[in-house]
């Protein structure tokens, strides 16, 4: 099993930012993706960003240029970092973790954009 605890969400004024960590514990493989999926109120869940061991990564178009993921393989930890939030960003934002035989996903950690 893996365990996956997001934490870093909380209110944020608009222009403002934000970091999102994730700590990965249980039975990590070397080779998995990680990353960072959000769901906001009456819409489907949707890529933020996803890394891989390898450190190659993959935004959502919309964004790239405001939004950093990075991972720390030896801590089994990835973190988001987001600059210029929008509104529109508000969301609860899911860690995923994912390997050849499984996909995880943790709580998830409310991130709210309001002034």
């Known amino acids: 099993q893996v365990q996956l605890v997001e934490s870093g969400g909380g209110l944020v004024q608009p222009g403002g930012s934000l970091r999102l960590s994730c700590a990965a514990s249980?039975?990590?493989?070397?080779?998995?993706?990680m990353g960072w999926y959000r769901q906001a109120p009456g819409l489907q869940r949707e890529l933020v960003a996803v890394?891989?061991?390898?450190?190659?990564?993959n935004y959502a178009d919309s964004m790239k240029g405001r939004f950093t993921i990075s991972r720390d393989n030896a801590k089994n930890t990835v973190s988001l970092q987001m600059n210029s939030l929008k509104p529109k960003d508000t969301a609860v934002y899911f860690c995923?973790?994912?390997?050849?035989?499984?996909?995880?996903w943790g709580q998830g950690t409310q991130v709210t954009v309001s002034s």
């Open positions: 249980g039975s990590i493989a070397s080779i998995s993706t």
């Open positions: 890394i891989s061991n390898r450190g190659t990564t």
């Open positions: 995923n973790y994912r390997r050849w035989n499984g996909n995880y």
